[in-house]
């Protein structure tokens, strides 16, 4: 038995409190009292409820799995590691049961786990396991396209449930940031998730994708304005390589249009020293995971 508070119930159902106390109240929805007199609702008739009721409710369609992901997701929110839900997990990306995976994604944002976390902890620690599935032989190219492919899916989910960036906030005109993979470079989800991370902030981001040359990332950002160019890199493997990125790029840019280099992905958390060498005009920061990437975000471009 797994007892959730009136307030977690309400969230589960997309509800407002009073609608749960009510129903409490009428004893459509069974409850027990803590000694301090609160309600508590049994997970199970939670779900029963929903299901009777035709409410909506983000763990339905996980059936037998419902409790687990509920656990699992709150250690999450609790910022602990969620070890059974991130196995889950690897199982629906791989038959790509994309019902589920977007019911998690809801789910982990009804309880205001932030994206940084969610992306952290559970996707790219799940992403790693298959990584090492793929290099032990356990699964061929075409399961980790397949997989990423599901990934891909579930973040552009989540994106279709952001409201659109609008052109102004407190009357100036919203940050713009260039987001997009290196030259070379497919692996796209750690740039869909800064993509996302940055939408969530307000800002306007203009997404080039996978492949991007160095002289096609400073057009953009010189064209729009913007002040900060995001890149996901993983599959330069040398700091010589990353190296002459940030030095092409920069000596691409205009005095008259700033803006900062944050790097990210699998190859910066290979290179030992620091990029760039020489001091440079240009702010470059590369950054192992989200959750550090928001905390410079915040207080480096504070509205
Ligand atoms: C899926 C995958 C692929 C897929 C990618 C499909 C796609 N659409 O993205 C495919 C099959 C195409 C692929 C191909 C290759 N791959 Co691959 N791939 C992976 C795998 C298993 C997962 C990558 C992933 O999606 N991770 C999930 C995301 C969320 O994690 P992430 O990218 O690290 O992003 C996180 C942070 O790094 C950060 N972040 C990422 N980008 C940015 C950007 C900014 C600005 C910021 C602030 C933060 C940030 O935030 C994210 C959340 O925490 C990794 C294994 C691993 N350990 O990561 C190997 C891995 C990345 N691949 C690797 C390699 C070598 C290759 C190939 C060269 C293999 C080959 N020999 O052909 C090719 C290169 C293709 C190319 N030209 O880019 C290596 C890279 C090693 C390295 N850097 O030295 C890895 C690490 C595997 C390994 N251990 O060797 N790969």
New binding site residues.
Partial sequence: MKLVSTRQAATLLGVHESSIKRWCNSEELPCSHTAGGHRRIDLTDVLTFARKQHLECSLLPFGADALMVWNGANELRLGRQAEVLAIKMRDWLLHAESQKLSGLMLLCRSLDIPY?RL??RL??R???D???E??RGSFD?GD??R???S??DVLYSLMSSMPQTPPQQNGRPVRRAI?G?GP????????M??RI?LMDRGWKVIYLG??VPEEDIVLYQRRHRAELV????????TTAALREFVRNVTSLRRDDVPFDL?????????VTDQVPSRPSPVVV?????????VDWLDVRHEQ
Avoid: P, Y
Avoid at 285 to 293: A, V
């Fill in positions: 940084a992306f952290d996707i790219a799940v992403m790693e298959i990584g090492e793929w290099s190219i980790e396209h997989i990423s492919e990934l891909m987001v993979c070379q470079e497919d692996h796209a989800t750690g740039a998730m800064v991370l996978r492949n995001a890149v996901s890199m993983s599959s330069h493997q944050a790097i990210g992905g699998s190859a910066v958390n290979l920061r590369t950054f192992e995971d989200s959750e550090s990437f």
